[in-house]
């Protein structure tokens, strides 16, 4: 069976949100993308004082400069197609009001008919924490769990009622409801992210580094599910943050999913052998513009339906 193909939808500085949100998402919807997908920066600090994914001297890239909401990016798109499911690769947890985007989430899938898959994780920049005020960065864990806990309570039967740490919810109605159950997935990489994974969230959302180190990473979160009894499957959904090339990028040492149509398709077909369902391809970043956003995805995805992936 085909893996699942998902695209990430334009959201940095180059497009116009107003316009490409919504022909990007139906195009995509039209050609086969399964799925569509929103990732979350709220600022780029100048200068930059903490290095990227807080990396000592690692340059923040440019196009974070400008990164449109991503829960207002999926509801543009949620208007402009019918089938596509709507993901978020990732929200940062802690940089939201707990509550506020549990009721967010709800409405969203009720209104897009079933369709949202809240992918959440805890972030790492630092000023982005401060100008949330949420919460500060060292409790970051305790957040993402009361979020959780907080989802579970406001997507479930009235009344309503919770009390943690930042939350407290009195008995009440909230709604909407969600369409369905709502599906949560969270990155992992560590023991203890793995464990709440598998205990607490329905799938897993890795980001591309290499299919063995993906076998490898995935085959730890089955012994981890199998260790803590875990009886239903874990979903995947595999982030690729692409950069397309109009020629072949040369060289042994090339990154994954970086490259023309048919080294990106190659990987995907790699990462597909290693048994992920999913793969999500953010191809946003290194194209011009919304038509060629929409031509390479295009000429991706068909290329790899040829191939068999």
């Not at 050609?31 to 929103?38: A, D, I, N, T």
């Not at 197609?81 to 990732?90: D, F, N, Q």
């Not at 864990?141 to 939350?167: F, H, I, Q």
């Amino acid at each position: 069976m085909p893996v699942a193909l998902g695209l990430g939808l334009p959201q940095t500085k180059q497009y116009d949100i107003s316009r490409d949100v919504t022909v990007v998402a139906r195009a995509a919807e039209a050609v086969g993308y399964e799925s569509l997908w929103v990732f979350e920066r709220l600022l780029f600090p100048e200068p930059a004082v903490q290095g990227l994914y807080g990396v000592p001297g690692l340059a923040w890239p440019d196009h974070y400069r400008s990164v449109a909401d991503p829960l207002v990016t999926l509801t543009l798109a949620a208007a402009a197609t019918e089938r596509a499911r709507l993901g978020t690769s990732v929200l940062v947890a802690p940089l939201h009001v707990p509550f506020q985007l549990a009721r967010s989430l709800a409405s969203l899938d009720a209104a897009s008919g079933g369709r949202v898959i809240a992918g959440l994780g805890t972030g790492w920049s630092l000023d982005e924490y401060a100008a949330a005020s949420v919460a500060p960065f060292e409790k970051r864990g305790e957040v993402l769990d009361e979020l959780l806990d907080v989802c579970a309570a406001v997507w479930g039967p009235n009344p309503v009622s919770y009390k943690g740490n930042l939350t407290t919810i009195a008995p009440s109605e909230v709604g909407p409801k969600p369409a369905r159950p709502v599906p949560v997935y969270l990155p992992a990489t560590g023991p203890r992210a793995t464990r709440r994974l598998v205990d607490r969230a329905d799938g897993w959302m890795p980001v591309a580094m290499g299919a063995s180190q993906l076998a490898e990473q995935w085959q730890r979160v089955r012994a981890t599910a199998a260790d803590r009894g875990r009886r239903s499957p874990v979903g995947v959904c595999l982030r690729a943050n692409a950069r397309y090339s109009a020629t072949a990028v040369p060289g042994t040492d090339r990154k994954p999913f970086h490259g023309n149509t048919a080294q990106i398709v190659e990987d995907l077909a790699a990462h597909a052998a290693t048994g992920v369902p999913e793969i999500m391809l953010d191809l946003q970043t290194s194209l011009r513009d919304a038509s060629e956003l929409v031509d390479v995805a295009t000429e991706v995805y068909e290329t790899a339906r040829a191939a068999g992936v």
